[in-house]
Protein backbone atom coordinates (compact mmCIF):
# COMPACT_ATOMS: atom_id res chain seq x y z
CA UNK A 1 0.00 0.00 0.00
CA UNK A 2 1.45 3.11 -0.89
CA UNK A 3 1.57 6.13 1.67
CA UNK A 4 1.07 10.07 1.47
CA UNK A 5 1.16 12.78 3.77
CA UNK A 6 -2.61 13.61 4.54
CA UNK A 7 -4.45 16.24 6.85
CA UNK A 8 -4.17 14.50 10.41
CA UNK A 9 -7.08 16.11 12.95
CA UNK A 10 -4.18 18.06 14.58
CA UNK A 11 -5.34 21.50 14.80
CA UNK A 12 -3.05 24.55 15.51
CA UNK A 13 -3.83 27.84 16.94
CA UNK A 14 -2.18 31.27 15.53
CA UNK A 15 -2.70 33.80 18.29
CA UNK A 16 -0.78 36.74 16.72
CA UNK A 17 -0.66 38.03 13.08
CA UNK A 18 1.60 36.52 11.17
CA UNK A 19 2.58 36.40 7.43
CA UNK A 20 0.04 34.72 5.65
CA UNK A 21 2.43 32.22 3.75
CA UNK A 22 3.01 30.27 7.17
CA UNK A 23 -0.47 29.53 7.64
CA UNK A 24 -0.82 28.68 3.90
CA UNK A 25 1.69 26.13 4.78
CA UNK A 26 0.06 24.69 8.04
CA UNK A 27 -3.18 24.65 6.00
CA UNK A 28 -1.52 22.15 4.07
CA UNK A 29 -1.42 19.55 6.87
CA UNK A 30 -3.37 20.91 9.74
CA UNK A 31 -6.63 22.40 10.34
CA UNK A 32 -5.97 25.98 11.50
CA UNK A 33 -7.69 28.81 13.60
CA UNK A 34 -6.59 31.95 13.76
CA UNK A 35 -8.15 33.86 16.85
CA UNK A 36 -5.88 36.83 17.94
CA UNK A 37 -6.39 39.45 20.70
CA UNK A 38 -7.23 36.32 23.52
CA UNK A 39 -7.22 37.19 27.08
CA UNK A 40 -4.89 34.80 29.43
CA UNK A 41 -9.02 33.20 30.26
CA UNK A 42 -9.72 33.35 26.57
CA UNK A 43 -6.67 30.96 26.12
CA UNK A 44 -6.92 29.20 28.94
CA UNK A 45 -10.91 27.99 27.48
CA UNK A 46 -9.79 26.66 24.18
CA UNK A 47 -6.33 25.72 24.34
CA UNK A 48 -6.94 22.23 25.47
CA UNK A 49 -8.15 21.58 21.97
CA UNK A 50 -5.01 22.45 19.92
CA UNK A 51 -1.80 20.39 19.08
CA UNK A 52 0.01 23.70 18.32
CA UNK A 53 0.07 27.64 19.22
CA UNK A 54 2.07 30.43 17.29
CA UNK A 55 2.54 33.47 19.05
CA UNK A 56 4.59 36.71 18.24
CA UNK A 57 5.03 39.31 21.68
CA UNK A 58 1.65 39.58 22.23
CA UNK A 59 0.34 36.12 23.56
CA UNK A 60 1.67 35.99 26.39
CA UNK A 61 1.84 31.56 27.23
CA UNK A 62 1.93 31.46 30.82
CA UNK A 63 2.45 28.47 33.23
CA UNK A 64 -1.66 28.80 33.65
CA UNK A 65 -2.08 28.38 29.82
CA UNK A 66 -0.32 25.52 30.05
CA UNK A 67 -1.72 23.34 32.44
CA UNK A 68 -4.85 23.46 30.55
CA UNK A 69 -2.95 22.42 27.35
CA UNK A 70 -3.56 18.92 27.58
CA UNK A 71 -3.04 18.24 23.74
CA UNK A 72 -0.64 21.04 23.47
CA UNK A 73 3.00 19.36 21.87
CA UNK A 74 4.41 23.08 20.18
CA UNK A 75 4.74 26.26 21.36
CA UNK A 76 6.23 28.51 18.42
CA UNK A 77 7.57 31.91 18.70
CA UNK A 78 7.56 33.68 15.40
CA UNK A 79 10.58 35.89 16.21
CA UNK A 80 13.54 35.11 18.04
CA UNK A 81 12.66 36.01 21.70
CA UNK A 82 10.73 33.69 23.89
CA UNK A 83 10.48 36.17 27.03
CA UNK A 84 6.47 35.57 26.51
CA UNK A 85 6.45 31.94 26.86
CA UNK A 86 7.04 30.16 29.99
CA UNK A 87 9.81 27.91 28.42
CA UNK A 88 10.35 25.87 31.66
CA UNK A 89 6.85 25.17 32.38
CA UNK A 90 6.09 23.88 28.82
CA UNK A 91 9.34 21.89 28.89
CA UNK A 92 8.24 20.14 32.25
CA UNK A 93 5.09 19.14 30.39
CA UNK A 94 7.16 17.85 27.73
CA UNK A 95 5.72 20.70 24.94
CA UNK A 96 8.81 21.64 22.85
CA UNK A 97 9.36 25.24 22.52
CA UNK A 98 10.61 26.80 18.83
CA UNK A 99 11.31 30.92 17.73
CA UNK A 100 12.97 31.69 14.45
CA UNK A 101 15.69 33.39 16.18
CA UNK A 102 17.48 34.56 12.63
CA UNK A 103 14.40 35.89 10.28
CA UNK A 104 14.66 39.65 11.77
CA UNK A 105 18.47 39.69 12.23
CA UNK A 106 19.04 41.49 8.82
CA UNK A 107 15.68 43.78 9.60
CA UNK A 108 16.80 44.67 13.13
CA UNK A 109 20.09 45.56 12.59
CA UNK A 110 18.39 48.06 9.50
CA UNK A 111 16.14 49.22 12.26
CA UNK A 112 19.18 49.78 14.69
CA UNK A 113 21.42 51.73 11.83
CA UNK A 114 18.25 53.88 11.59
CA UNK A 115 17.93 54.98 14.65
CA UNK A 116 21.20 55.90 14.90
CA UNK A 117 21.38 57.87 11.97
CA UNK A 118 18.22 59.74 13.26
CA UNK A 119 19.96 60.65 16.48
CA UNK A 120 22.95 62.01 15.08
CA UNK A 121 21.32 63.88 12.06
CA UNK A 122 18.23 64.98 14.39
CA UNK A 123 16.19 63.92 11.64
CA UNK A 124 12.59 63.85 13.24
CA UNK A 125 12.89 67.28 14.70
CA UNK A 126 14.18 68.64 11.02
CA UNK A 127 11.48 66.71 9.52
CA UNK A 128 8.87 68.09 12.15
CA UNK A 129 10.04 71.76 12.49
CA UNK A 130 9.94 72.06 9.04
CA UNK A 131 6.15 70.58 8.07
CA UNK A 132 5.17 73.34 10.75
CA UNK A 133 6.82 76.17 8.12
CA UNK A 134 10.10 76.74 10.49
CA UNK A 135 13.45 76.43 8.20
CA UNK A 136 15.80 75.50 11.47
CA UNK A 137 19.01 75.07 9.10
CA UNK A 138 21.35 76.90 11.10
CA UNK A 139 20.62 75.40 14.32
CA UNK A 140 20.11 71.83 13.44
CA UNK A 141 23.62 70.97 13.66
CA UNK A 142 24.23 67.11 13.58
CA UNK A 143 27.23 64.55 14.52
CA UNK A 144 28.90 62.77 12.18
CA UNK A 145 29.33 59.13 12.22
CA UNK A 146 32.94 58.42 10.85
CA UNK A 147 35.53 57.72 13.70
CA UNK A 148 32.78 58.03 16.55
CA UNK A 149 32.90 55.13 18.72
CA UNK A 150 29.81 52.39 18.68
CA UNK A 151 29.40 50.79 21.90
CA UNK A 152 27.68 47.13 21.09
CA UNK A 153 26.48 45.07 24.35
CA UNK A 154 25.00 42.01 22.82
CA UNK A 155 27.11 40.19 20.17
CA UNK A 156 24.98 37.66 18.79
CA UNK A 157 23.58 37.53 15.41
CA UNK A 158 21.95 41.09 15.38
CA UNK A 159 24.98 42.62 16.85
CA UNK A 160 27.15 41.15 14.71
CA UNK A 161 24.91 42.11 11.89
CA UNK A 162 25.06 45.69 13.37
CA UNK A 163 28.69 46.04 13.27
CA UNK A 164 28.92 45.10 9.71
CA UNK A 165 26.45 48.34 8.86
CA UNK A 166 29.07 50.61 11.35
CA UNK A 167 31.96 49.52 9.96
CA UNK A 168 31.16 50.02 6.53
CA UNK A 169 30.15 54.00 8.16
CA UNK A 170 33.76 53.77 9.60
CA UNK A 171 33.07 54.34 12.97
CA UNK A 172 35.23 52.16 15.31
CA UNK A 173 33.50 49.39 16.81
CA UNK A 174 33.79 48.15 20.66
CA UNK A 175 31.94 45.06 21.78
CA UNK A 176 31.06 43.53 25.17
CA UNK A 177 29.78 39.76 25.38
CA UNK A 178 30.53 36.76 27.61
CA UNK A 179 32.82 34.27 26.16
CA UNK A 180 33.93 36.25 22.89
CA UNK A 181 37.16 34.73 21.37
CA UNK A 182 39.89 37.09 20.39
CA UNK A 183 39.52 35.21 17.29
CA UNK A 184 36.03 36.35 16.63
CA UNK A 185 36.58 39.51 17.32
CA UNK A 186 39.49 39.88 14.97
CA UNK A 187 37.41 38.21 12.54
CA UNK A 188 34.92 40.55 12.75
CA UNK A 189 36.85 43.87 12.87
CA UNK A 190 35.82 45.09 16.57
CA UNK A 191 37.55 45.22 19.72
CA UNK A 192 36.35 42.99 22.73
CA UNK A 193 36.04 45.70 26.18
CA UNK A 194 34.55 45.23 29.47
CA UNK A 195 30.77 46.68 30.19
CA UNK A 196 32.56 49.59 32.24
CA UNK A 197 34.99 50.54 29.20
CA UNK A 198 32.50 50.43 26.46
CA UNK A 199 29.80 52.58 28.35
CA UNK A 200 32.74 55.20 28.87
CA UNK A 201 34.29 54.98 24.86
CA UNK A 202 31.11 54.76 23.54
CA UNK A 203 29.70 57.75 21.33
CA UNK A 204 26.47 55.44 20.76
CA UNK A 205 25.50 52.30 22.57
CA UNK A 206 23.43 49.59 21.60
CA UNK A 207 21.79 46.93 23.43
CA UNK A 208 21.67 43.54 21.61
CA UNK A 209 20.72 41.29 24.53
CA UNK A 210 17.74 38.59 25.29
CA UNK A 211 15.74 39.55 28.87
CA UNK A 212 16.74 37.55 31.19
CA UNK A 213 17.21 37.93 34.75
CA UNK A 214 21.24 39.11 34.44
CA UNK A 215 19.95 41.52 31.81
CA UNK A 216 16.51 42.65 33.68
CA UNK A 217 17.55 46.48 34.60
CA UNK A 218 21.14 46.05 33.12
CA UNK A 219 21.58 49.56 32.19
CA UNK A 220 21.10 51.09 35.43
CA UNK A 221 21.68 54.91 37.10
CA UNK A 222 25.27 53.42 37.62
CA UNK A 223 25.66 52.41 33.98
CA UNK A 224 24.43 55.34 32.69
CA UNK A 225 26.24 57.96 34.58
CA UNK A 226 29.56 56.36 32.89
CA UNK A 227 28.18 57.17 29.66
CA UNK A 228 29.52 60.59 28.43
CA UNK A 229 27.05 63.49 28.27
CA UNK A 230 27.06 63.65 24.42
CA UNK A 231 26.55 60.37 23.85
CA UNK A 232 23.44 58.51 23.04
CA UNK A 233 21.99 54.98 23.91
CA UNK A 234 19.96 52.70 21.30
CA UNK A 235 17.46 50.04 22.32
CA UNK A 236 15.96 47.71 19.73
CA UNK A 237 16.40 44.32 22.28
CA UNK A 238 13.86 44.37 25.46
CA UNK A 239 12.77 47.04 27.16
CA UNK A 240 13.13 45.79 30.43
CA UNK A 241 16.77 45.28 30.21
CA UNK A 242 17.00 49.50 30.72
CA UNK A 243 15.93 51.07 34.05
CA UNK A 244 13.64 53.41 32.85
CA UNK A 245 13.40 55.87 35.56
CA UNK A 246 16.88 55.85 35.55
CA UNK A 247 16.87 56.61 32.10
CA UNK A 248 14.47 59.52 31.97
CA UNK A 249 16.29 61.01 35.31
CA UNK A 250 19.39 61.36 33.14
CA UNK A 251 17.43 62.77 29.91
CA UNK A 252 15.94 65.36 32.16
CA UNK A 253 18.97 66.44 33.94
CA UNK A 254 20.61 66.10 30.22
CA UNK A 255 23.48 63.85 31.67
CA UNK A 256 22.51 61.94 28.21
CA UNK A 257 22.36 63.64 24.97
CA UNK A 258 19.28 61.28 23.99
CA UNK A 259 17.99 57.85 23.44
CA UNK A 260 16.10 55.84 20.41
CA UNK A 261 14.13 53.49 21.67
CA UNK A 262 11.98 50.93 19.58
CA UNK A 263 10.94 48.59 22.92
CA UNK A 264 9.60 49.42 26.42
CA UNK A 265 9.29 47.92 29.53
CA UNK A 266 5.34 47.68 29.18
CA UNK A 267 3.83 47.74 25.78
CA UNK A 268 2.06 49.16 23.84
CA UNK A 269 3.78 52.24 25.60
CA UNK A 270 1.42 54.81 24.46
CA UNK A 271 1.10 56.64 27.84
CA UNK A 272 4.84 56.13 28.25
CA UNK A 273 7.09 59.19 29.60
CA UNK A 274 9.57 57.99 28.02
CA UNK A 275 8.60 57.58 24.61
CA UNK A 276 7.21 61.07 24.77
CA UNK A 277 10.36 62.27 26.14
CA UNK A 278 11.87 65.33 23.27
CA UNK A 279 15.71 63.46 23.75
CA UNK A 280 14.01 60.33 22.60
CA UNK A 281 13.07 58.99 19.35
CA UNK A 282 10.34 56.52 19.92
CA UNK A 283 9.13 53.29 17.73
CA UNK A 284 6.33 50.89 18.46
CA UNK A 285 8.55 48.02 18.33
CA UNK A 286 9.38 47.94 14.68
CA UNK A 287 12.60 46.66 14.17
CA UNK A 288 11.50 43.42 12.91
CA UNK A 289 8.38 44.28 10.61
CA UNK A 290 9.72 44.79 7.50
CA UNK A 291 7.80 41.78 5.00
CA UNK A 292 10.71 39.82 4.12
CA UNK A 293 11.27 39.33 8.16
CA UNK A 294 7.70 38.24 9.03
CA UNK A 295 7.55 35.74 6.30
CA UNK A 296 10.92 34.28 6.88
CA UNK A 297 9.62 34.29 10.49
CA UNK A 298 6.19 32.69 9.93
CA UNK A 299 7.41 30.22 7.60
CA UNK A 300 10.49 29.27 9.87
CA UNK A 301 8.18 28.06 12.58
CA UNK A 302 5.36 26.38 10.40
CA UNK A 303 8.11 23.91 8.85
CA UNK A 304 9.65 23.77 12.51
CA UNK A 305 5.61 22.38 13.88
CA UNK A 306 5.78 20.43 10.49
CA UNK A 307 9.31 18.12 11.53
CA UNK A 308 7.87 17.88 14.90
CA UNK A 309 4.00 16.77 14.78
CA UNK A 310 3.50 15.96 11.04
CA UNK A 311 3.43 12.32 10.48
CA UNK A 312 2.36 10.06 7.37
CA UNK A 313 -0.70 7.97 7.03
CA UNK A 314 -2.20 5.28 5.28
CA UNK A 315 -4.40 6.11 2.28
CA UNK A 316 -6.99 5.77 4.47
CA UNK A 317 -7.17 9.94 5.18
CA UNK A 318 -8.25 8.58 8.77
CA UNK A 319 -6.98 5.28 9.48
CA UNK A 320 -9.69 5.40 12.37
CA UNK A 321 -9.57 2.27 14.37
CA UNK A 322 -11.72 0.68 17.35
CA UNK A 323 -9.69 -0.59 19.80
CA UNK A 324 -9.49 -1.90 22.94
CA UNK A 325 -8.26 0.15 25.93
CA UNK A 326 -6.01 -2.37 27.51
CA UNK A 327 -3.77 -2.68 24.48
CA UNK A 328 -3.06 1.07 24.26
CA UNK A 329 0.22 2.04 26.11
CA UNK A 330 1.33 5.50 26.57
CA UNK A 331 5.09 5.84 26.14
CA UNK A 332 5.55 8.95 28.16
CA UNK A 333 4.98 10.24 31.75
CA UNK A 334 1.78 11.45 32.94
CA UNK A 335 0.78 14.33 34.78
CA UNK A 336 -1.72 13.51 37.40
CA UNK A 337 -3.52 16.67 37.45
CA UNK A 338 -3.79 17.06 33.93
CA UNK A 339 -5.79 13.99 33.87
CA UNK A 340 -7.79 14.82 36.28
CA UNK A 341 -8.52 18.17 34.55
CA UNK A 342 -8.88 17.01 31.26
CA UNK A 343 -12.00 14.20 32.83
CA UNK A 344 -13.88 17.28 34.50
CA UNK A 345 -13.69 18.89 31.06
CA UNK A 346 -14.73 15.27 29.48
CA UNK A 347 -17.93 14.42 31.96
CA UNK A 348 -18.73 18.29 31.23
CA UNK A 349 -18.94 18.75 27.21
CA UNK A 350 -19.76 14.47 27.09
CA UNK A 351 -16.91 14.37 23.71
CA UNK A 352 -13.15 14.04 23.14
CA UNK A 353 -12.93 16.21 19.78
CA UNK A 354 -9.26 14.97 19.43
CA UNK A 355 -8.66 11.06 18.68
CA UNK A 356 -5.22 10.01 19.69
CA UNK A 357 -2.69 8.77 17.42
CA UNK A 358 -1.00 5.36 18.07
CA UNK A 359 1.00 2.85 16.04
CA UNK A 360 0.73 -0.79 16.52
CA UNK A 361 3.84 -2.09 17.97
CA UNK A 362 3.75 -6.46 18.67
CA UNK A 363 0.48 -7.24 20.20
CA UNK A 364 -0.10 -3.69 22.04
CA UNK A 365 -0.60 0.10 20.40
CA UNK A 366 1.96 2.56 21.33
CA UNK A 367 0.42 6.27 21.61
CA UNK A 368 2.36 8.72 20.06
CA UNK A 369 -0.32 11.80 20.58
CA UNK A 370 -2.46 11.75 23.18
CA UNK A 371 -1.08 10.03 25.99
CA UNK A 372 -3.42 12.54 28.62
CA UNK A 373 -6.52 11.63 26.70
CA UNK A 374 -5.98 7.94 26.77
CA UNK A 375 -4.86 8.40 30.37
CA UNK A 376 -8.15 10.11 31.35
CA UNK A 377 -10.05 7.38 29.51
CA UNK A 378 -9.06 4.66 31.18
CA UNK A 379 -9.27 6.42 34.94
CA UNK A 380 -13.06 6.93 33.41
CA UNK A 381 -13.78 3.04 33.06
CA UNK A 382 -14.01 2.96 29.24
CA UNK A 383 -13.51 -0.43 27.88
CA UNK A 384 -12.63 1.01 24.17
CA UNK A 385 -11.43 3.57 22.57
CA UNK A 386 -11.26 4.80 18.76
CA UNK A 387 -7.91 6.29 17.56
CA UNK A 388 -6.22 7.28 14.76
CA UNK A 389 -3.14 4.65 13.59
CA UNK A 390 -0.02 5.49 11.78
CA UNK A 391 2.35 2.71 10.85
CA UNK A 392 5.91 2.74 12.92
CA UNK A 393 8.02 1.93 10.35
CA UNK A 394 6.82 5.28 8.72
CA UNK A 395 10.53 6.99 7.74
CA UNK A 396 8.51 10.36 8.32
CA UNK A 397 8.02 9.22 11.92
Do not use: C
Not at 126 to 131: F, N, P
Not at 257 to 283: M, Y
Amino acid sequence: MTKQKQKLKQRILVADKIHQAGIDKLKGYFEVDVKTGLTEDDLRQVIGNYHAIIVRSATKITAKVIEDAYNLRVIARAGAGLDNVDVTAARAQGIEVVNAPNANTQAVAEHTMGLILALARRLPEADSSLKKGQWKKASLMGTGLYGRNLGIVGFGKIGRQVAHRALAFGMNVIVNQRRLTPELALEEGVKAVDLIDLLTLSDFVTLHLPLKPETRGLMGREQLALMKPEAYLINTARGAIIDESALLEALDEKRLAGAALDVFAREPAIDSRLAQHPRVIATPHIAASTGDAQRAAAVTVAEKILDIISVSVEDNPLSLQVMALDKVQPHEEIDPKRVQRLIARLEQEKILKNPPVVTKWGGHYVVLDGATRVTALKEMGFKYIVAQTVSHDDQNL
